[in-house]
């Protein structure tokens, strides 16, 4: 089955700044890339989503890249601010199911 | 539109009780997901239904765990009997197509 590996597992940045997260996969097969977060107590939300057949998708402040040569893909978030501090979870789909990675908690610092 | 409902919210019960957990898709989704979280283990994956027929049960940890979907608007995940290690954030999720919506969770602890 599939295999999706995160990085980091944890990530600091200072407001502003922009973080970068990344994820690999391993099912050439897998077409659909979806990325959650997941507030302290709260449930995953999605908030960008690519699809195999683009290279980039951008909405406001964040962006998504795919290399599917490669397989990966990373999430970009640029102008950071503290509401951004949360764990972020990457996706790889091959149809309905997903196989997620393990994580980044991405902390904002004032 | 309610979004994925899930109750109870929280769980607390002891060791060797059964325990039920509830969730109510979104409307006209034909897909549920069931999934467990934990620090040392992250999101898994336990059980996913489609139009109302199970999937793929791989992730199901083992033959305490059992969950039905009776229809297109209900589904019960249950552990019988339950022990401490089941202590975890359980969440389903249902979706339309390829996009999962997450419930709120239901917040079990076993004692």
């Known amino acids: 089955g599939e295999n999706v590996e995160q990085h980091p597992s944890t990530l600091s940045v200072q407001e502003g700044d922009s973080a970068v997260i990344k994820c690999t996969y391993s099912?050439?097969?897998?077409?659909?890339f979806p990325w959650y977060k997941q507030e302290l107590g709260k449930r995953p939300q999605l908030i960008i989503d690519?699809?195999?057949?683009?290279g980039e998708k951008k909405d406001q402040r964040i962006a998504v890249t795919l290399n599917k040569t490669a397989k990966h893909f990373s999430l970009h978030i640029t102008e950071t601010q503290p509401e951004d501090s949360a764990v972020y979870f990457c996706?790889?789909?091959?149809?309905?199911?997903?196989?997620f990675g393990t994580g980044t908690s991405l902390t904002v610092i004032p | 539109d309610a979004g994925v409902i899930q109750s109870p919210r929280h769980e607390v019960t002891e060791m060797g009780q059964e325990v039920t957990l509830r969730c109510k898709p979104i409307?006209?989704?034909?897909?549920l997901f069931w999934y467990r979280q934990t620090m040392m283990r992250g999101l898994e994956l336990l059980i996913y239904?489609?139009?109302?027929?199970?999937?793929?049960d791989s992730g199901m940890p083992e033959d305490r765990f059992s969950a039905k979907m009776p229809n297109a608007s209900f589904s019960t995940l249950k552990i019988q009997p339950s022990e401490p290690r089941d202590s975890a954030v359980y969440f389903c999720?249902?979706?339309?197509?390829?996009?999962?919506?997450f419930g709120p969770g239901t917040r079990l602890l076993v004692l």
């Open positions: 690519i699809r195999s057949n683009v």
């Open positions: 996706a790889g789909s091959t149809g309905n199911q997903f196989y």
């Open positions: 999720a249902s979706s339309p197509d390829e996009t999962q919506y």
């Open positions: 239904f489609n139009n109302n027929v199970p999937i793929d």
């Open positions: 409307s006209g989704h034909n897909s």
């Open positions: 099912d050439s097969a897998s077409n659909y």
